[in-house]
């Protein structure tokens, strides 16, 4: 009897140091721009969903594309009919890690530059992507930053007006306060 008390103790212990602390957010934002040389075409959404584990970096982004929003109802119809197919293609995201979390002091206040590797899937097609952005602490909280470009074909997305009235490059903002 005392040896399995013994045992459900170190394994209470073992789970308690083991605890990963994971963040959370379901309102993240994503700026997307393909400004062409004739047609302002930028869209804002407000509903990403993400999670980061401290200990070991994992990260994920997942962002519903219908919650983009644009400055006028046809462009946003036009995007998710004609571009996106946002019904045949409902999501976007992205998995990885942010590979030099350990220079991350979750303790002090700061801006720490990060480096983040994973897979992007937009239109179904999966690309390996790294880019650089900041990872703020304040008061306990962080909050990351980046900004990154894409090429627009590179993800399947067909459309007559990219290289034209839409850039054949998109810049995609991020800013998520977990």
Not at 38 to 43: D, L, S, W, Y
Not at 84 to 95: A, H, I, V, W
Request: hydrophobic share 40%; charged share 20%; net charge positive.
């Amino acid at each position: 009897m005392k040896k399995y008390l013994f045992l459900a103790i170190l394994s209470l212990l073992f789970i308690q140091t083991n605890a990963q602390k994971v963040y959370a957010t379901k309102n993240g934002q994503i700026t997307f721009n393909a400004t062409g040389e004739a047609v302002k075409i930028m869209g804002v959404n407000n509903q990403v969903d993400s999670k980061f584990v401290e200990s070991t970096g994992q990260i994920i982004f997942g962002v519903l594309i219908k919650a983009f929003k644009f400055e006028n109802q046809l462009m946003e119809d036009h995007f998710n009919e004609n571009y996106m197919e946002s019904t045949q293609f409902p999501k976007s995201d992205f998995k990885g890690y942010i590979t030099n979390i350990k220079e991350v002091n979750f303790a002090k206040d700061g801006d720490y530059p990060i480096v983040v590797e994973g897979n992007l899937t937009i239109h179904g097609v999966a690309n390996k992507t790294t880019t650089r952005g900041t990872l703020n602490i304040s008061n306990g909280k962080p909050t990351i930053i980046g900004e990154f470009k894409i090429a627009i074909k590179q993800y399947g997305i067909k459309g007559s007006y990219i290289g034209d009235k839409i850039a054949n490059e998109a810049s995609i903002k991020l800013n998520c306060r977990y």
